[in-house]
């Protein structure tokens, strides 16, 4: 091993696919926020909307910082790639999501539409 480090850095930016929620640590010590980021493609080339759907998990975030958030809003976030894997069925599957380790890397950006007429 050379010392050297891998840089494991991500940014996306995306909209909510569904609620955020708020989950305790095993410990109960400390809460993270989970939820889903549908994340599109600016290439001139994709003439289809086929969003990556993406899963994060922040840690740190505070009981009450669900509650600003909702379904449809874009957020970028900022950490660090990580899978699980695990057997299913007889089956090796490994699964990928964000671990933001800081609240302060959730930015909030634009709210989505009120879809009603007035």
């Known amino acids: 091993m050379s010392g050297k480090r891998d840089l494991n850095f991500s940014l996306y930016s995306g ?5 955020p929620e708020m989950m305790q640590y095993n410990t109960g010590h400390g809460h993270m ?15 289809i909307d086929n969003p990556m759907f993406l899963d994060v998990k922040v840690t740190g975030a505070s009981p009450e910082l669900h509650q ?12 660090e790639l990580q899978s699980r894997t695990f057997k299913k069925q007889d089956r090796i599957q490994r699964t990928y999501y964000l671990h ?18 007035t």
Request: a positive charge.
């Open 68 to 79: 600003h958030m909702s379904v449809g809003q874009e957020v970028r976030v900022r950490g």
């Open 33 to 47: 926020l989970c939820f889903s980021l549908a994340i599109h493609s600016d290439a001139p080339s994709d003439k």
């Open 100 to 117: 933001v380790k800081h609240p302060s890397d959730l930015e909030f950006l634009s709210r989505p539409k009120d879809k009603t007429t």
């Open 15 to 19: 909209r909510l696919t569904h609620p």
